[in-house]
Antibody
């Protein structure tokens, strides 16, 4: 069964860089069948799309976050990563990774999410 | 880029039918497919409708989706409400390089 598992520090200081990893198990990212995205959700608030990546390395980012976001893929480790620079309290959220089958617009598999708090 | 606007909350009694709307701010709702997700507290979202009106395998036929070009909106309708349907519901759409989620609707089944 395919699983996506996010991991990373639960606490990040303001102005520093948030770094998360999403490990994919039960399927090979090298198949090229999926886009992989990062999505976040502040407590009690809506989902916000951060960006996505394909195995070619091609990325798309939310314009509101583009200047601070980098998403990378490592097919040898079957994982993707998220880096968000210059974080503030507004970046405190649960961060999810999720995937879309190429040619299909729905997110068919999500990770369980990981809480990241920005505080000194 | 466009926005998707949902009512903040809706409530209905068990056994009744409820409809949640999702209005697109610019461009046509018919330009790009709309998806709907159910999210229970503490859990990841799960897809209940894809490509406007398609149900994933395992989703009961009490869940249905539609779009209305006249109001430029999509709708999620849940009939025969059950207490287990109480959750947050999000619509989602996209353009060529951008994904958009609605603000979410809290469904209370009382």
């Amino acid at each position: 069964q395919v699983q996506l598992q996010e991991s990373g520090p639960g606490l990040v200081k303001p102005s520093e860089t948030l770094s998360l990893t999403c490990a994919v198990s039960g399927d090979s990212m090298s198949s090229g069948s999926y886009y992989y995205s990062w999505i976040r959700q502040p407590a009690g608030k809506a989902l916000e799309w951060i960006g996505r990546i394909y195995i070619s390395g091609k990325t798309n980012y939310n314009p509101s976050l583009k200047s601070r976001v980098t998403i990378l893929i490592d097919t040898s480790k079957n994982q993707l990563s998220l880096k968000l620079t210059s974080v503030t309290a507004a970046d405190t959220a649960v961060y999810f990774c999720a995937r879309q089958l190429v040619g299909v617009t729905t997110y068919e598999k999500w990770g369980q999410g990981t809480q990241v708090t920005v505080a000194s | 880029n466009f926005m998707l606007t949902q009512p903040h909350s809706v409530s209905e009694s068990p056994g009744k039918t409820v409809t949640i709307s999702c209005t697109r701010s610019s461009g046509s709702i018919a330009d790009n497919y709309v998806q709907w997700y159910q999210q229970r507290p503490g859990s990841s979202p799960t897809n209940v409708i894809y490509e406007d009106d398609q149900r994933p395998f395992g989703v009961p036929d009490r869940f249905s989706g539609s779009i209305d070009s006249s109001s430029n909106s999509a709708s999620l309708t849940i009939s025969g409400l059950k207490t287990e349907d109480e959750a947050d519901y999000y619509c989602q759409s996209y353009d060529t390089s951008f994904e958009v989620f609605g603000g979410g609707t809290k469904l209370t089944v009382l």
